[in-house]
């Protein structure tokens, strides 16, 4: 039994709706553009489905509740809706205004974010760092009442929609590897371009870009927190990030397994369903067994996090086995759809493609079984049967 308040599930019934009629529809649409349309930000915005956590002052609910991102991760996914990275946008770049933002930086820019007029994004990977962000090599230098940035970043979502960037770069000057600096970059700044919108193998309506800073002149007014830290600022929002990235893989995985169940029950072999043969029945057996036994630690996740006590380790475990079932699921329903599944026209073939992705950002599984390992093998473990 899954808990959900009854303000929560009437949320979920409206956001629903809103999937329905807002996006659903245009999808294809934005997949042939290669890009969701701004509009949907600001659409969803009106409605209180972007964000939802900020204070009522700056737009919001106020609730910092993480089943309403739940809730919207899980429909979004259902509708296969997935290329509106909203929740980018609300839970992943959002929230750094409310950790290390001040209060002029907050009445400045969490208003328009809330109402989607503003779009963000959040610049970490470049071409030689990705999940070692020690590797960064973009600098900023400081000038006294300014930075100067200079570098360039790969792989950003909403990388051509975003207003406003978040950038991580180099402390010049510091000592130490880890020491960078938080930097708002805003659309329009002298210097701030944007490269290519990359050509993926899946994801196609959502933009992800090249973004380049050539002396980037960046005023004290937009560094967030205090400068140095930035590496360990970064480090605090992974755990939720991960968890964000398991809500959506295992929600994904469920609509594939619902998908295939359906095409099963329905396609003919040797003058049965293929659903009556003993090996359907025993993958999907397995695949539903594993995807709940998912969605259980997931939920138990939202629960910590909630609660202020979910670890790296955790959302590392989450991201990590979420990611690695919905694959699982994903390439058993093409091979149970046979020659369909190879077909663009059914939405297993789409979803093989797009969810690749998933076992590489945020983290790579191998990452993510490297910090669980540390764990495993550290003097602070302890098994949960302790």
């Known amino acids: 039994m899954r808990t959900f308040t009854e303000d929560q599930i009437m949320f979920r019934d409206a956001y629903r709706r809103f999937l329905a009629t807002e996006i659903a529809p245009y999808m294809e649409e934005w997949r042939e553009a290669g890009i969701v349309d701004r509009a949907a930000y600001k659409k969803a915005g009106d409605l209180g489905f972007l964000m939802v956590w900020p204070d009522e002052k700056y737009g919001g609910m106020g609730d910092n509740d993480f089943r309403y991102e739940q809730i919207i991760i899980e429909e979004t996914a259902r509708v296969g809706c997935l290329e509106f990275f909203n929740t980018l946008h609300s839970r992943l770049v959002g929230p750094y205004f409310e950790r290390f933002g001040t209060p002029e930086q907050r009445e400045r820019f969490l208003p328009k974010c809330v109402s989607g007029e503003t779009i963000l994004a959040v610049a970490m990977t470049e071409p030689g760092a990705g999940s070692d962000l020690a590797g960064i090599l973009s600098t900023a230098?400081?000038?006294?009442?300014?930075?100067?940035?200079?570098?360039?970043?790969?792989?950003?979502?909403?990388?051509?929609?975003?207003?406003?960037?978040?950038?991580?770069?180099?402390q010049v000057g510091?000592?130490?590897?880890?020491?960078?600096?938080?930097?708002i970059v805003e659309r329009g700044m002298p210097g701030f371009e944007r490269g290519r919108k990359?050509?993926?193998?899946?994801?196609?309506?959502?933009?992800?870009?090249?973004?380049?800073?050539?002396?980037?002149?960046?005023?004290?007014?937009?560094?967030l927190g205090e400068p140095g830290k930035g590496f360990y600022y970064l480090m605090e929002g992974l755990a939720e990030e991960r968890l964000i990235g398991a809500v959506g893989y295992i929600a994904n995985a469920r609509r594939a397994f619902?998908?295939?169940?359906?095409?099963?029950?329905q396609r003919n072999l040797f003058g049965k369903a293929l659903s009556e043969q003993q090996n359907t029945q025993f993958k999907m057996a397995e695949m539903d067994s594993e995807i709940d036994m998912a969605q259980v630690y997931v939920d138990h996740c939202v629960t910590e996090h909630n609660a202020g006590r979910l670890t790296s380790?955790?959302?590392?475990?989450?991201?990590?086995?979420?990611?690695?079932?919905?694959?699982?699921?994903?390439d058993l329903g093409v091979q149970l759809h046979g020659g369909a599944g190879?077909?663009?026209?059914?939405?297993?073939?789409?979803?093989?493609?797009?969810?690749?992705?998933n076992r590489i950002y945020a983290g790579t599984s191998e990452v993510m079984r490297l910090i669980i390992g540390r764990d495993v093998f550290s003097q602070k473990y302890q098994s949960m049967l302790a």
Request: proline share 3%.
């Open 342 to 357: 190879y077909m663009d026209e059914y939405p297993i073939s789409r979803m093989f493609t797009d969810a690749r992705i």
């Open 141 to 170: 230098e400081d000038k006294g009442d300014h930075f100067i940035l200079n570098g360039s970043k790969t792989y950003i979502s909403n990388g051509i929609n975003a207003d406003v960037v978040i950038v991580a770069a180099k």
């Open 174 to 183: 510091a000592d130490s590897k880890h020491a960078m600096v938080l930097l």
């Open 258 to 265: 619902d998908i295939t169940r359906d095409f099963v029950m």
């Open 313 to 330: 380790t955790m959302g590392a475990k989450a991201k990590m086995l979420c990611s690695e079932i919905e694959w699982k699921m994903l």
């Open 198 to 223: 990359l050509k993926k193998m899946g994801l196609p309506a959502q933009d992800t870009a090249e973004l380049f800073f050539n002396n980037v002149q960046v005023p004290k007014a937009n560094v």
